[in-house]
């Protein structure tokens, strides 16, 4: 019997509401408690299960503009005229849906809701055309691993270990396919078994590592988008606006966290958060005084770096360095950090356990700064003038590679000369006539 010749009491539309309406007259209290609690465990998965049904027909009806039937000139109108409901997001939603098979079997088979779905489509959505078959299988296999022994301290389940790297063998062979679809079963079992919070920072960490120039340019854009804007007001008071690179703004709020925390622990402290933050701030400021040069005497708050071996590498399809609190770095940003911060750099193994972190004793001392002061007087770099007082130390031969502080392979460079040598990649010439690159001293210029 087809719809249009079944009687309207027995349509799909009737049966479900005579099903829901069969449900709230019988309300799970008066249900026995092992059947109350069934109960809600299939009417959750249905629900999910329904809402693919909702999109499938947005998706149909923008298709074959149904929403004329009505009198609606769009899917949007249609959907915001709707009494009970009808979320016009859920337009997009619809047609990503309706390209992801795995994503709408893994809802329908009840092992995925429909909020990690939604994540899924998106990130699916931002994957590049097309990446290097070396580039795509580092981010794959080596990509995919490390998120799933990092959720996990190492210990993952073996039998998700092991379904994992079937997915990703499928998906690194399956040279036919576009990029998204050979990504789509990888995806959705990350988000069946990563913890849902982090599933959206996972999924963009993946797909990012496709394209590295492009996800380095955005990182970029931050640095050139800081600004910090300090005026006076009327009454005498100070309006603070502006925002900090990340690992500026991290190391400013370590500082602040680290001198309200005395006052934290005292029980007569009434100050509201913020106000013991602002006396923070003036304590930090009232601290400066009296140091020279680029305050390195005093202790600077920690900044700690996650990054794995094949980050170190600068290895194809790596995943990008980040902070404890899951803020992207360029790994030539880290470089830089090696030369000034007080940083912990935790290097991860395949399995995810750390096999090393750095100490703090990078830091050139108090007398190499003195020595450097007297030599260079201010930035080494050929032609600019800015004074020692806004230099910081600069392993020309890169921390990461010598493990050790020599004062000859120290030079002061200003901040933006030193943002030049790591993220920016160029070969500048020294005020006595050398040159310096990414990676050490250099013969020339760069050709």
């Known amino acids: 019997m087809t719809l249009a010749t079944m009687p309207p009491t027995t349509a799909p539309g009737h049966l479900l509401t005579e099903a829901i309406d069969g449900l709230l007259a019988s309300p799970s209290v008066e249900l026995a408690p092992v059947h109350a609690l069934e109960r809600l465990g299939t009417v959750l998965t249905e629900s999910e299960r329904l809402a693919v049904v909702a999109l499938d027909g947005v998706h149909d009806m923008e298709e074959r503009q149904l929403y004329a039937l009505d009198g609606h000139g769009g899917t949007a109108g249609w959907l915001r005229a709707r009494r009970n409901g009808g979320d016009p997001t859920m337009r997009a939603f619809a047609r990503r849906l309706a390209e992801r098979p795995h994503v709408r079997d893994a809802i329908t088979s009840g092992v995925l809701s429909t909020d990690l779905a939604e994540k899924v489509c998106a990130a699916l959505s931002s994957v590049p055309a097309a990446a290097p078959q070396d580039t795509f299988e580092g981010v794959v296999v080596d990509g995919a691993q490390q998120v799933l022994t990092e959720m996990f301290g190492g210990s993952a389940n073996q039998n998700h270990v092991a379904e994992l790297a079937r997915r990703c063998t499928t998906a690194v062979e399956a040279t036919h396919l576009d990029v998204d679809a050979r990504l789509e079963p990888v995806f959705v079992f990350l988000a069946q078994t990563v913890p849902p919070a982090v599933l959206k920072r996972t999924l963009r960490d993946l797909t990012?590592?496709?394209?590295?120039?492009?996800?380095?340019?955005?990182?970029?854009?931050?640095?050139?988008?800081?600004?910090?804007d300090l005026q006076q007001v009327l009454d005498g008071r100070w309006h603070v606006d502006g925002y900090l690179d990340p690992e500026t703004g991290t190391a400013l709020n370590a500082e602040l966290d680290r001198r309200m925390a005395t006052d934290a622990d005292d029980p007569l402290c009434l100050e509201s958060p913020g106000k013991r933050r602002a006396q923070a701030l003036g304590s930090l400021a009232r601290d400066g005084r009296g140091f020279e040069g680029s305050g390195n005497d005093r202790p600077a708050a920690d900044i700690t770096i996650v990054a794995t071996e094949r980050t170190m590498a600068d290895a194809p399809g790596a995943l990008a360095p980040r902070m404890s609190d899951g803020t992207r770095m360029r790994l030539e940003t880290i470089h830089r950090l090696g030369c000034v911060g007080r940083i912990a750099a935790v290097i991860l193994d395949a399995a995810g356990k750390p096999i090393g972190a750095s100490g703090t004793h990078r830091n050139a001392t108090r007398r190499e700064r003195r020595a450097l002061e007297a030599q260079w007087g201010g930035c080494a770099v050929d032609g600019c003038n800015q004074p020692f007082s806004r230099t910081r130390p600069h392993h020309v031969v890169p921390w990461w590679l010598s493990k050790i502080t020599r004062l000859k392979d120290l030079i002061p460079a200003c901040e933006h000369h030193h943002h030049d040598i790591h993220e920016g990649g160029r070969t500048l010439?020294?005020?006595?006539?050398?040159?310096?690159?990414p990676t050490g001293w250099a013969d020339g210029p760069a050709s």
């Open 208 to 228: 990012e590592a496709l394209v590295p120039a492009a996800s380095d340019d955005e990182l970029d854009e931050r640095y050139d988008a800081e600004y910090f």
């Open 429 to 437: 010439r020294l005020r006595d006539g050398r040159y310096i690159n």
